[in-house]
């Protein structure tokens, strides 16, 4: 047999090998088809769910690291509010002791009350708010009560004294007020 002869026969078995293969491995039938198909279908639904919830827990967790930077800036000045406060108290107790009606310290009192304005100013531009209570409704969450008096000329529950003005940062109490409450005698 010549190389052309071999050529032409192995070529001509070729196909004949190729159609036995295809004819030896049998086609999969409609129902294994479906079946895979909703085999990959719910694969696919399950992987679906997982990313939209590993999206939704990298959006909430991103919205947390927001939320605590934010009340990072916002209360991150609640120990230095902490330390100043002491500060306007006393420049407070220097106007009450003060003797107004003796001219000597006329002066001294302007002086401390300009220095207690702008203390005062100044902590209000950082959201620190006075909280004095003198007349209203007793609040626990806003007032600490020292002492209850009998008054029978206000409602009970009214603070009718302040020992010591609170102070709110941004809203949340740093400090409460020392308040006497009034009770029904």
Do not use: C, W
Not at 21 to 26: A, D, F, G, L, R
Not at 42 to 62: G, V
Not at 99 to 124: P, Q, V
Not at 147 to 164: G, L, M, R, Y
């Amino acid at each position: 047999m010549s190389h052309e002869e071999y050529t032409e026969t192995q070529k001509a078995t070729e196909p004949e090998t190729e159609q036995n293969q295809q004819q030896e491995t049998p086609s999969p039938s409609v129902e294994t088809l479906q079946a895979q198909l909703a085999t990959l279908a719910a694969a696919f639904e399950s992987a679906k769910e997982q990313s939209l919830r590993s999206q939704a827990e990298a959006q909430n967790t991103r919205r947390r690291a927001e939320q605590d930077v934010e009340k990072a800036h916002k209360f991150g000045q609640e120990k230095i509010v902490n330390d100043l406060l002491p500060v306007v108290d006393n420049l407070e107790r220097a106007l009450a002791t003060i003797d107004t009606t003796n001219e000597l310290f006329t002066a001294i009192a302007e002086g401390i009350e300009l220095t207690h304005k702008s203390f005062i100013d100044a902590l209000a531009r950082h959201q620190v708010i006075v909280v004095n209570p003198h007349g209203e409704p007793f609040d626990p969450n806003l007032h600490q009560a020292v002492s209850a008096v009998p008054n029978p000329d206000v409602e009970p529950n009214t603070v009718i004294n302040v020992f010591q003005k609170g102070y709110t940062l941004h809203g949340r109490l740093v400090r409460p007020a020392m308040v006497v409450v009034s009770k029904a005698p």
